[in-house]
């Protein structure tokens, strides 16, 4: 890194739900945690691990501006419909390296916020998923 202005800013992060800009998305996150069987090796003290499958998790965080998920999965899940979509993740600070954008595939919200606010305090929304694919569609290569 030649400087610290090279630091990716979250200011310039987006996201697209089926395509749709999330213009009110505040934060975003998406991981995927690796599951471990313990393996101990012949003549080891130490065990190793070996990763048997993963499993995706992840938060989007929205300003409430609108009915947006509850119309999008709301009435479907109770029709008893498995909502499943794809979210595409952007951070594109230009002062970085580059722009990085991650597909995030077979979406599963856990939950649908039905209703949650404080008064004098600007509204989010919290809304937790889980995922089983995802792809890069850019990465960001520090030269």
Not at 118 to 137: D, H, N, W, Y
Request: proline share 1%; with cysteine.
């Amino acid at each position: 890194m030649d400087s610290a202005k090279r630091v990716m800013s979250g200011t310039h992060g987006h996201l697209w739900l089926e395509g749709e800009k999330v213009g009110e998305c505040s934060a975003f996150q998406a991981k995927m945690a690796f599951n471990k069987e313990d393996v101990s090796m012949d003549g080891e003290m130490a065990v190793d691990v070996k990763v048997t499958s993963t499993k995706g998790t992840g938060s989007m965080t929205l300003y409430k501006v609108s009915s947006r998920m509850a119309q999008f999965i709301g009435s479907r899940i109770m029709d008893g419909q498995d909502v499943r979509f794809t979210l595409i993740s952007e951070l594109d600070d230009p002062d970085a390296y580059g722009a990085e954008r991650v597909s995030i595939g077979n979406v599963s919200m856990d939950d649908l916020t039905l209703a949650d606010w404080k008064r004098a305090s600007i509204g989010t929304v919290e809304c937790p998923f889980t995922f089983t694919r995802f792809k890069f569609l850019d990465e960001v290569d520090a030269r």
